[in-house]
């Protein structure tokens, strides 16, 4: 797969990463609240990045809406509907990494999925959960 | 040495780093910062600067088990309990990163003498300079790990790479939690994580 096609994807998720915490921001109090406001700054970086990436490509970027998830439940589960994203965030930067040729993207791709990782770590001790359970952190 | 006596730049000698341009800490003898356009793989990499690599970071974590080891009597309650998790995990990436070396046909680097690091790293008096510390610490591997892995030639590496510097900073933003009582912004400063913030 060529980088452009690892990036458009990379862009297709952190866009829906926007998309959930901006729903999360509107539906969580208190502390986890404040985290998910401050994750979808980081998430918009991210996002902004990648578009930037493909404009130095000279690629498009695409312009499609973002999956908006289905956000239910009390805060306990919209926490965790955050957790299963990000897991899926760190899988597909994992993959990501294996296939980028650039080193500049994949500067940003490790760079990224290591504050997943971190995102991970916070929600999970949201949910009084053990934040760095394994050695090799791959969204599993 | 107090902490803040401590020479940071001949800690990071000590552990097999070597300071770049801007400030930015890579492994010893595994090229400058690649600057290559967008689209072209880095014409330098090789199994051989892999091995290098995973040996700097092999390096980095014998130092992190060390620490984390010395720091564990300083500390009680929900601290101590992460500082001895994050002491296994160490363990856990250097017999890793010492089977992968190996299985490349190299020497992987060898723990130091306790008493070398007890030489090189500052005082701990107690568990405020061991969470400055070891925060310090997880703050140069990662920034070390952001380095060395686009410069990776196997792109399995960069996986491996990839998920101990996962954790590393997952290790980092339960450091800073600790010490911010669990303010988000302390505890995950950087949207692309370089382990250049610092808290």
């Given at each position: 797969?060529?980088?452009?096609r690892?990036v458009?994807?990379?862009?297709?998720?952190e866009?829906?990463?926007?998309?959930?915490?901006?729903?999360?921001t509107?539906?969580?109090?208190?502390?986890?609240?404040?985290a998910?406001?401050h994750?979808?700054d980081?998430?918009?970086?991210?996002?902004?990045?990648?578009?930037?990436?493909?404009?130095?490509m000279k690629a498009?970027?695409p312009?499609?809406a973002?999956?908006?998830p289905?956000?239910?439940?009390?805060?306990?589960?919209?926490i965790?509907?955050a957790?299963?994203h990000?897991?899926?965030?760190?899988?597909?930067?994992?993959?990501?990494?294996?296939?980028l040729?650039?080193?500049?993207?994949?500067?940003?791709?490790?760079?990224?999925?290591?504050?997943e990782a971190?995102?991970?770590?916070?929600l999970r001790?949201?949910?009084?959960e053990?934040?760095?359970?394994v050695?090799?952190v791959?969204?599993? | 040495?107090?902490p803040?006596?401590?020479?940071?730049?001949?800690?990071?000698?000590?552990?097999?780093?070597?300071?770049?341009?801007?400030?930015?800490?890579?492994?010893?003898?595994?090229?400058?910062?690649?600057?290559?356009?967008v689209?072209?793989?880095?014409?330098?990499?090789?199994?051989?600067?892999?091995?290098?690599i995973?040996?700097?970071?092999?390096?980095?974590?014998?130092?992190?088990?060390?620490?984390?080891?010395?720091?564990?009597?300083?500390l009680?309650?929900?601290?101590?309990?992460?500082?001895?998790?994050?002491?296994?995990q160490?363990?856990?990436?250097a017999?890793?990163?010492?089977?992968?070396?190996?299985d490349?046909?190299?020497?992987?680097?060898?723990?130091?003498?306790?008493?070398e690091?007890?030489?090189?790293?500052?005082?701990l008096?107690g568990?405020?300079?061991f969470?400055?510390?070891?925060?310090?610490?997880?703050?140069?591997?990662m920034?070390?790990?952001?380095?060395?892995?686009p410069?990776?030639?196997?792109?399995?590496?960069?996986?491996?790479a990839?998920?101990?510097?996962c954790?590393?900073?997952?290790?980092?933003?339960v450091?800073?939690?600790?010490r911010?009582?669990?303010?988000?912004?302390?505890a995950?400063?950087e949207?692309?994580?370089?382990?250049r913030?610092?808290a």
């Amino acid at each position: 797969m060529t980088d452009r096609r690892v990036v458009e994807g990379l862009l297709r998720l952190e866009r829906d990463a926007v998309a959930l915490y901006q729903g999360l921001t509107r539906q969580l109090t208190g502390r986890p609240a404040a985290a998910a406001r401050h994750f979808l700054d980081q998430e918009r970086r991210h996002a902004d990045s990648l578009e930037q990436a493909l404009a130095s490509m000279k690629a498009p970027v695409p312009g499609a809406a973002p999956n908006r998830p289905a956000l239910r439940g009390g805060q306990r589960a919209l926490i965790r509907t955050a957790i299963e994203h990000e897991l899926t965030c760190i899988r597909t930067y994992d993959q990501a990494l294996a296939s980028l040729k650039a080193p500049a993207l994949l500067a940003t791709a490790s760079g990224v999925m290591a504050n997943e990782a971190q995102h991970l770590a916070v929600l999970r001790q949201l949910l009084d959960e053990d934040p760095a359970p394994v050695a090799f952190v791959k969204g599993r | 040495m107090s902490p803040s006596d401590w020479n940071r730049r001949d800690f990071l000698r000590f552990a097999g780093l070597a300071v770049a341009a801007a400030g930015t800490v890579g492994f010893a003898g595994c090229g400058a910062e690649n600057n290559a356009a967008v689209g072209v793989p880095d014409p330098r990499a090789t199994p051989q600067r892999d091995r290098a690599i995973l040996n700097g970071a092999l390096t980095l974590e014998n130092t992190a088990v060390a620490a984390y080891s010395m720091g564990l009597p300083l500390l009680r309650g929900d601290v101590r309990g992460y500082a001895q998790q994050f002491l296994d995990q160490e363990r856990e990436h250097a017999r890793a990163l010492s089977a992968l070396v190996r299985d490349m046909g190299g020497e992987p680097n060898q723990p130091k003498p306790p008493a070398e690091y007890r030489a090189a790293f500052p005082r701990l008096a107690g568990e405020a300079d061991f969470l400055r510390f070891a925060t310090d610490l997880e703050n140069v591997a990662m920034n070390a790990y952001a380095d060395g892995i686009p410069k990776l030639k196997d792109g399995r590496l960069r996986q491996t790479a990839a998920s101990i510097f996962c954790d590393e900073s997952q290790h980092a933003t339960v450091l800073l939690g600790a010490r911010s009582n669990g303010d988000p912004r302390v505890a995950v400063p950087e949207p692309f994580v370089t382990g250049r913030a610092t808290a």
